[in-house]
Every structure is written in structure tokens, then in C-alpha cells.
């Protein structure tokens, strides 16, 4: 179909133009219904056959013109587009699902959460926000479960961002995954909730072998304000120089400014006692190599004597 992008976008504009004008006729109201719809159609039949058969331009602007002018229309189609080797006819099909709203949608677009474009990932995600809650919350926590570690952050994501109370016990789960990335969204969607449910698993990812995750799991039990993260944020405060602050902007947020005399306190004490542990040490070490290498002359002065 030798159809160009450009005449398409005249169509769609055409096409506005010609129902403003039969809205605006004398003719009975059922009839202009009537006609607009037919015209409409047949429109969507054409970006239907050229988004089949056009090249790489004609498609991005016939998948653009269907999510103006035949969004109810498109359904398949647009579900079908989320696997199209273009991304931009992707992320055009993802918006147009998001707008949608279709309960049919929901596990197309879930399963694209896998995409590999960034672009197409950020239309997905926008298209799943405009679902209810009650509509795709479990999917999302069922995709919690799935084989693909990014399907499995997003969902975390994104269930952070719903703010659905009743996804906490999921996401406390997640902040177990294998994959790091999950974990840090776990905490963070877990931090954006501020369920007390979640206070002792957020405590216990304290010691997650990921930097990262460690910073959030500081940063949620902060803003939680709850007493019982007091002294394992005092003692990572201690044992983890690259989460001092943090530690310390944390523990201001649950104890108030007050409390920092207190900490720098330790702190300065604790150095002191590194650096008193250390010089013992070393002290010990150099006595016990004086001591060896006393022995040593000694022994070696007898057998010089003996020869």
C-alpha cells in the first residue's frame, strides 16, 4: 500500500474537520451519528491496512493515528503492536492500552514491563498506573513471582507507587530476591507504604550484601520513626563508615536533633577506641618480635660457640 506517513496525518485531520461540519448541519442527530460513525470507520480501516503493510514511518504514524481516532476499536491490534520490532510502535501501542483500561490489557502489558527499551518500560508503566487499583494490584503481585528480574522490579515499583496497603506482605517477601534491584524496590515501594508491618524486615535488610539496598532499608526506617530501628541504626551507624550520615539523618528523624550530641559522642569514642585497640596491638606484636628475635641471637650465639 503505497500510502505515506504524511497523508495519514492529513486523514486524521481531515477526518476532525469533516465530523465538526456534519455536527454542525441541520441533519437529523441520529443520522449525523450515523455517518460520523461510518466515516470513522472507515478511516480506522485504512490506519488498520497501512500499519500492516506500511514501512517503518507509516506504521509509527498509522499506530499513532488508531490511539487518536480508534482507540475502542484497536484492541488486538494494539495488544499485538507491544511484540512489534519498532519500539516506538511499541511504546505508542502501551500508551494506547493505558488509555484504554481494559482488564485484556493487563497481562500484555505486564509481560512488556520485560522490555528492554527504556522508552517502551516508562510507556508501560504510565499505561499500568491508569488501571484501578482493584484492577491490577494482583497482577502486579502475582508478578512478583515471575522468571524475569526486571518484570519482578517494576511490579515492586509500581506497587509502591499504587500505595495499596495490601501488597506490604508481598513486597516483604521480594526484599528476600535473588536479584538486588528487586530487593532495593521492595525496600523502597515498603518505605513509600510505611506499613509497621514491614519495620523488622526493613531492619534485617540492613545487612543485605547490597550497598544500595542498605542505604534505602536506612532511609525507610527513618522516616518510619519507630523506636525499635534506634539501636540497629546506632550500631550500623558505628560499624559502617559509608552510612554514617545516613545512619545519623536517620536517627534525627526518629529521636530528634537532640540526640546527636549523644552519637557524635560515640563516635568520637569509638575512634578512640580503634585507635587505643590498635596501638595495643601493635604494641603486643613489637614486645613479641623483640622477644623472637632475642631467642633467636641467643641461639644462634650458642651454636656459634659450639662450632
Known amino acids: 500500500m503505497g500510502i505515506e506517513a504524511q ?17 454542525d448541519t441541520c441533519m437529523d442527530k441520529t443520522r449525523r451519528k450515523e455517518l460520523i460513525e461510518t466515516l470513522r470507520n472507515e478511516v480506522i480501516e485504512v490506519l488498520k491496512i497501512a500499519f500492516m503493510e506500511g514501512d517503518r514511518t507509516v506504521r509509527h504514524s498509522a499506530m499513532y493515528g488508531l490511539s487518536k481516532v480508534g482507540l475502542d ?29 481494559n482488564n485484556r490489557a493487563i497481562q500484555g502489558l505486564i509481560k512488556a ?21 482493584e484492577q491490577i494490584v494482583p497482577h502486579l503481585t502475582q508478578a512478583l513471582q515471575d522468571t524475569d528480574q526486571q518484570i519482578r522490579r517494576l511490579a515492586c515499583k509500581l506497587l509502591g507507587e499504587i500505595g495499596d496497603q ?31 508491618a514491614s519495620i523488622l524486615p526493613l531492619i534485617s535488610a540492613l545487612h543485605d550484601p547490597n550497598h544500595d539496598v542498605q542505604a534505602v ?21 558505628i560499624e559502617q563508615k559509608n552510612h554514617r550520615h545516613a545512619c ?13 550530641d549523644t552519637l557524635f559522642d560515640l563516635i568520637r569514642a569509638s575512634k578512640k577506641a580503634i585507635s587505643e585497640t590498635a596501638a ?3 604494641k603486643n606484636m613489637y614486645r613479641r618480635n623483640s622477644e623472637n628475635m632475642s631467642i633467636s641471637s641467643q641461639q644462634y650465639q650458642r651454636a656459634g660457640s659450639g662450632g
Open 113 to 133: 514491563l520485560a522490555d528492554e527499551n527504556h522508552y517502551v518500560c516508562f510507556n508501560v508503566c504510565s499505561a499500568l498506573k491508569h488501571f484501578e487499583p
Open 217 to 237: 532499608a536506612i532511609m525507610a526506617l527513618g522516616s518510619f520513626g519507630d523506636e525499635r530501628a534506634v539501636e540497629p541504626l546506632v550500631a550500623m551507624m
Open 248 to 260: 545519623l539523618e536517620a536517627l534525627r528523624s526518629i529521636c530528634g536533633d537532640e540526640c546527636l
Open 166 to 196: 495490601q501488597v506490604t506482605e508481598g513486597l516483604i517477601i521480594a526484599l528476600k530476591d535473588e536479584d538486588s534491584g528487586v530487593r532495593y524496590e521492595a525496600a523502597e515501594a515498603l518505605r513509600k507504604l510505611r506499613n509497621p
Open 7 to 23: 497523508r495519514i496525518d492529513h486523514l486524521i485531520q481531515f477526518l476532525d474537520k469533516i465530523e465538526q461540519e456534519i455536527t
Open 280 to 282: 595495643t596491638i601493635l
Open 73 to 101: 476499536q484497536s484492541l488486538d491490534l494494539f495488544l499485538s503492536a507491544l511484540n512489534d520490532s519498532d519500539e516506538h510502535v511499541r511504546g505508542w501501542a502501551a500508551e494506547a492500552l493505558g488509555k484504554l483500561k
